[in-house]
């Protein structure tokens, strides 16, 4: 059995990261979302966000800590093997899409808009792919497309974004009449329009490919 001794980490436990085998990260931060932060009252320590490559067991910390700056779990594109984060400057009060490619050690600041934009920072997503950062209205079933085209979509109760792929959006409903069931919803992205319906679930995997769970 081979050990790996990762010193000062020992408050760290590394989740993997979906869409791939190769990666974990950790999020270092005593509050799980960001529009918790406020609470601190100006005293939000900073998030710590690592990124463990398996199998070598390199370690990065792309974007450093910053006082009342909050980081969300990151988001793998597998296209060119980057991650998209959103970090929050409650200091500047300004939301930031970055994005780390660890082939090159680069890390790029793709966008960035005032808090008002968002009015809260509830159910506020990255998504892939490419990467979106999306909004969520769960009362009245929409989603708000942010960046980087801005755009509604009605969906359906229940519904929720998957991924896109060659201009259609792929969307997971779960249902519950009485036995708990899942479809999946092929939409256009431009229009919104149900392209296709199935039954069943979707899984994307760490080679980029998806699989479809259905009858």
């Not at 792309?62 to 959103?86: A, C, H, M, T, W």
Request: hydrophobic residues 35%; contains cysteine; glycine residues 6%.
């Amino acid at each position: 059995m081979i050990f790996k001794i990762f010193k000062g980490f020992e408050d760290t436990y590394p989740e993997g990261v979906e869409g791939t085998d190769s990666w974990y990260y950790a999020q270092l931060t005593p509050c799980s979302e960001a529009y918790e932060v406020p609470c601190f009252k100006g005293e939000y320590p900073g998030t710590r966000l690592y990124f463990f490559e398996y199998p070598s067991g390199n370690v990065f910390e792309p974007i450093k800590q910053e006082k009342n700056v909050f980081l969300e779990r990151p988001v793998y594109e597998y296209k060119d093997n980057s991650f998209g984060i959103i970090r929050y400057d409650f200091n500047k009060e300004v939301i930031q899409v970055f994005i780390f490619k660890p082939d090159c050690s680069s890390v790029e600041i793709i966008t960035e808009m005032p808090f008002s934009k968002v009015e809260d920072m509830i159910n506020l997503r990255l998504e892939v792919s490419p990467f979106v950062l999306v909004k969520y209205d769960i009362q009245n079933y929409t989603i708000d497309f942010l960046w980087p085209k801005e755009k509604r979509i009605q969906f359906e109760e229940n519904e929720f974004l998957n991924f896109q792929n060659d201009g259609k959006i792929y969307t997971s409903k779960w249902i519950e009449d009485p036995h708990y069931r899942e479809e999946i919803i092929i939409r256009d992205a431009e229009t919104g329009e149900i392209l296709e319906r199935m039954p069943g679930y979707l899984r994307r995997m760490p080679d980029g490919s998806v699989w479809v769970m259905t009858r």
